[in-house]
Structure formats: structure tokens, C-alpha cells
């Protein structure tokens, strides 16, 4: 025989099972990473308020980084094309001229929630956050709530009637982060860009005002090596993309490997750590009001992952059983 006829060894291939369990652990662990660096955020943020930079320069700041940082990964990536195709359609330009004010009202919201000392309300919020979307999707895409994703939803508008009665107010934070941010996934739901190419252009958008003001406030006579002009100030102001992009582009890795019903679960180490942080190391009061509230939206939300988790395991079991009653195909004799 020889050596071209010779049989072939056949490569040692991974068995489907042990690529996709690879996969899905990959997937867990960039979800978890992203969540836990956007958790943290508040350290970081009010790194920058007690350095002296107000809300609205940190927000500059983030933006004028980012786009950056993104410019750069882009770049690395051989992005381009992509970013000129979605420039070249109008309605989307558009779709992410809105999305841009959503995130962008999100992110100041986020910021000065930090500098007031209210990251309990934006804790709040970002639990509030998931039933939110629920009521959008009813609103805009025509998805029907189910029972228990109405009690879900009465349980979390009963925890914030209660801090408006108790406070003496509406815990406005606590209703902006999640409606902004609702609105941006909608808009983002329905505009086909993938998550580093929009979050670019929509901070291209935003780079001409935020460089603008950066320009202004840096240049003022009290803005001098002893404030925000400082060497530690503006090295720490300089991270702000770093501290945007790379866990965004370790959600998108994620998103790309997990299944929506474990994204969405993990999607609450974000505000767990953020009311950690602000009642061990904020020393911000976690008093018997605000605690009913968190505990109505927390039994809201073990209702609605546990009707999210019952209607997947039902799912999945009717198209296992779908599958096996299929009779299967006959292979044509070549």
C-alpha cells in the first residue's frame, strides 16, 4: 500500500457535550465578571467625588474615554466596515441617536446617584430593572404578561408606592436608572448592532459635547494641580473607559455562549454588590422602610425567575419529547 493510499487517522475531535459544557463555563465566568466590575462601579465613582470631580465631568470623562478605548479594540478588531455600514443606514443612525440620550440620562443618573449618596436607590432600580422590561416588552412588542409576571410587577410598584409615602417623595433614581435603561435595550432590541459597535457610535455621538465640556471645566482658574487638574485626579478620570468597555465587551462574550434565561439571572450581582457596598462602606441606612421595599421587589422577583424557570424546563421538555416522537429521516443510497 502505498503511503497515499494509506488510511488517514481521523483528528480527535471533542465530544459535542464536552465543548458545549467548555462553552457554557466560559460563558458563566465572563457574565459573572461582567456583572461583578459593573457591581463595583460605585467604588469607582465615588473615587472621583471625593478627588473632586462633579457629576457631570465624570460623565465627560467616561464618554470621551470610552470612545477611545472602543476605537481602539475596533481598530484591533478590524471593525471598521462595520461601523461605517451602520453610519450608512439612516434609521439606524437614528434608533442609536435615541438609545444614546437613554444611556446617556442612565449613566448620569448612575453617577450622581454615587455623588448624593443614594446607591441604595440605585441598587433599587437595577432590581426593579428586569420587571420593567416585562412591562415594555407588553407595551411595544405585544408580549402578554403572565399571572404571576402581574404579581411580580404589582409586588415591585407596591415597594416603590411604599418609599414615595414613607420618604416623602418619589425615589426618582430608583424610576429613572430602570426606565432609561429599559427604553436603551428596547431600542437596542430592535436595532440590529452588535453591543461594542452601538455602544461606539453612541458615544461618537456624544463625544463633541462631552469634549467640549471637558475643555471648559479643565481651563477654569479653579481647576488648577491642587484640583481636578491634579496628576492622581486625572489619571483616575482616564480609566473611566476602561472601566466602560472591558466589562461590556465581557458581556458581549458572554451573551454570545449563554442561553437568556442564565444571563438574566445574573444580571442581579450588579445591584447586590451595590447594596453591599453602600451599607457596609457607604454607611448609607438601610432602615425598616426602605427594607420592606427591597423585600416586596425581592419576592417579586423570586416569583418571576421562578415562572421563568418553570416555562424553560416546560419548554424544553416538550421539544425533548417533540424530538423523540419525530420519526427519523431515511439516508438517500448515493
Not at 10 to 39: C, D, F, M, N, R
Not at 152 to 165: K, N
Not at 237 to 243: K, P
Not at 250 to 259: I, S
Request: glycine fraction near 6%; hydrophobic fraction near 55%; charge should be positive.
Amino acid at each position: 500500500m502505498t503511503e497515499r493510499n494509506a488510511p488517514q487517522l481521523a483528528p480527535q475531535l471533542e465530544p459535542p457535550h464536552t465543548s458545549h459544557a467548555k462553552s457554557l463555563g466560559a460563558g458563566i465566568a465572563l457574565g459573572v465578571a461582567s456583572y461583578t466590575w459593573w457591581g463595583m462601579g460605585p467604588l469607582y465613582f465615588k473615587a472621583l467625588t471625593n478627588a473632586g470631580s462633579p457629576a457631570v465631568l465624570s460623565l465627560c470623562h467616561r464618554i470621551a474615554w470610552s470612545f477611545l478605548v472602543l476605537a481602539l479594540f475596533i481598530a484591533a478588531t478590524r471593525g471598521w466596515a462595520s461601523v461605517a455600514r451602520v453610519l450608512r443606514n439612516r434609521r439606524t443612525t437614528l434608533a442609536l441617536l435615541a438609545s444614546t440620550i437613554c444611556i446617556g440620562i442612565n449613566w448620569l443618573g448612575f453617577i450622581y446617584a454615587v455623588e448624593t449618596n443614594r446607591v441604595l436607590e440605585s441598587s433599587l432600580g437595577y432590581f426593579i430593572n428586569p420587571l420593567f422590561t416585562v412591562l415594555l416588552g407588553m407595551a411595544f412588542l405585544g408580549e402578554r404578561l403572565r399571572p404571576a409576571q402581574w404579581i411580580s410587577v404589582a409586588l415591585a410598584t407596591c415597594g416603590v408606592a411604599w418609599l414615595t409615602i414613607t420618604r416623602g417623595g418619589l425615589p426618582w433614581i430608583a424610576i429613572v436608572l430602570p426606565v432609561s435603561f429599559g427604553l436603551y435595550s428596547l431600542i437596542r432590541k430592535r436595532t440590529d448592532v452588535g453591543p461594542v459597535i452601538g455602544l461606539f457610535v453612541e458615544t461618537a455621538l456624544l463625544a463633541p459635547l462631552a469634549l467640549a465640556w471637558i475643555a471648559w471645566a479643565h481651563t477654569r482658574p479653579e481647576a488648577g494641580p491642587a484640583g481636578i487638574n491634579a496628576p492622581p485626579t486625572l489619571a483616575l478620570l482616564s480609566f473611566a473607559g476602561v472601566m466602560t468597555a472591558v466589562p461590556l465587551v465581557f458581556f458581549a462574550a458572554a451573551a454570545q455562549r449563554l442561553p437568556l434565561s442564565i444571563l438574566g439571572f445574573l444580571q442581579y450581582i450588579n445591584p447586590t454588590i451595590q447594596l453591599i457596598t453602600a451599607t457596609l462602606l457607604f454607611n448609607e441606612t438601610l432602615d425598616r422602610n426602605r427594607l420592606l421595599a427591597f423585600v416586596l421587589i425581592w419576592i417579586g422577583l423570586a416569583i418571576f425567575i421562578a415562572d421563568l424557570a418553570t416555562r424553560t424546563a416546560t419548554s424544553r421538555a416538550t421539544a425533548s419529547r417533540a424530538t423523540a416522537s419525530s420519526p427519523p429521516r431515511r439516508r438517500s443510497v448515493q
